[in-house]
Structure formats: structure tokens, C-alpha cells
């Protein structure tokens, strides 16, 4: 199913990011302060949230999208990596940039994941003692996310890591010839 999500055309992703972050603030804006805004206000705040966050999503996979090569590309590399092995048939010069790319987020939330989810517990925490209980849900959720986080982060920098290793001692793709080169400059 979220490689079905994944690989819709990036208008109906976009809405479907709009719909979901606009009702993820909506609802836990109205969980957390329920009487701070009227309605009305709260769904300008909700419109103008969603907006921007898809705004940034949507550049985000647009970007991804472009340098893996296209949708069908990443969803395939996305596949690969869930499995932990590289199809025999692919191209590693349009492979490797991506999973390199993916190596060094890896990398990186291996360390910055848990310092950010242990500052987000600690805020919430403290909310919870001085706003109310109703924080220590958010908590015990930001607790798990480490937890997740932590190992998800360590499992695929070592899923990418195998992987680049085999792409990275397979020989080039030699250049496609059923697809017309054209000499003209457009």
C-alpha cells in the first residue's frame, strides 16, 4: 500500500499531503488547546500549516524523484532496499547517487534521531507537569518514535552500506540504444 502512495502522480499526493497535515494540526491543535481559538480561526491557522508543509513536501518529492529518475526508478530502489538486495538488472550509475544519498541521512539520524526525540520528550515532559496529563501522551510517543528511530536508523545504514558495496563492484550499464539520440541542441 505505501508503495501505491508512494507512486501517485505528485497532484493527487500533494492533496492527499494537504488533507493529512491539515487535519494531524487540526486535530491536535484541538486536543491540546481546545478552547484557545474559535473554529474559524483555528481552520485559517489549519488552511495556511497545510499549505506550507505541502509547499515543502512536495519539493522534497519532487526533488527525490528527479535524481533517482523518476517515480517507477525510486519506488523500484525503495523496494530494493526494503528487500536489503539490489535487482541484477539495474543501472548502478543511476543507482549509487541515491543510496549514497541515503547513506549519509542514515548517517546522520543514527545520532541526530535520538538527541531530537530525547529533546522532544524532555518539552513535553515539562508541559505535561506544568499544562496538563494530556502531554504525557505526547511523550510516551516521542519515546517510541526514538525507540524506532534508533533502530530503523542503525538496520538501514547497514541495509545501504551491503548494498552500495554490491552496486558499487558491479560494471556500468553500456548507453541504451533503443532510444534515439538526437544531435540538435534545443
Known amino acids: ?9 505528485l497532484p493527487a499526493l500533494l492533496v492527499v499531503l494537504f488533507v493529512v497535515t491539515g487535519a494531524l ?23 495556511f500549516y497545510a499549505g506550507m508543509m505541502t509547499a515543502v513536501f512536495g519539493f522534497m518529492i519532487t526533488r527525490a524523484r528527479r535524481l533517482a529518475g523518476g517515480v517507477t526508478d525510486l519506488a523500484e530502489m525503495r523496494a ?10 539495474v543501472d548502478p ?12 541521512q542514515y548517517r546522520l539520524n543514527r545520532w541526530f534521531g535520538p538527541v531530537t526525540f530525547i529533546g522532544f520528550t524532555a518539552l513535553t515532559a515539562w508541559l505535561a507537569v506544568s499544562e ?20 530503523d536508523s542503525w538496520r538501514g ?14 560494471p556500468p550499464h553500456p548507453p541504451r540504444m533503443d532510444v534515439p539520440v538526437s544531435s540538435e541542441k534545443e
Open 1 to 9: 500500500m505505501m508503495a501505491r502512495f508512494r507512486s501517485l502522480p
Open 25 to 47: 494540526w487540526f486535530g491536535i491543535g484541538v486536543v491540546v488547546m481546545p478552547g484557545d481559538q474559535p473554529v474559524v480561526v483555528r481552520l485559517i491557522g489549519t488552511v
Open 80 to 89: 530494493a532496499l526494503k528487500a536489503g538486495s539490489v535487482p541484477p538488472d
Open 93 to 104: 550509475g543511476t543507482w549509487i547517487p541515491t543510496f549514497e544519498k541515503w547513506e549519509r
Open 132 to 151: 496538563g496529563p494530556v502531554w504525557w501522551f505526547f511523550a510516551v510517543f516521542f519515546v517510541a518514535a526514538m525507540i524506532w528511530s534508533t533502530v
Open 157 to 170: 545504514f547497514a541495509k545501504v552500506a551491503a548494498m552500495l558495496a554490491e552496486l558499487r563492484t558491479r
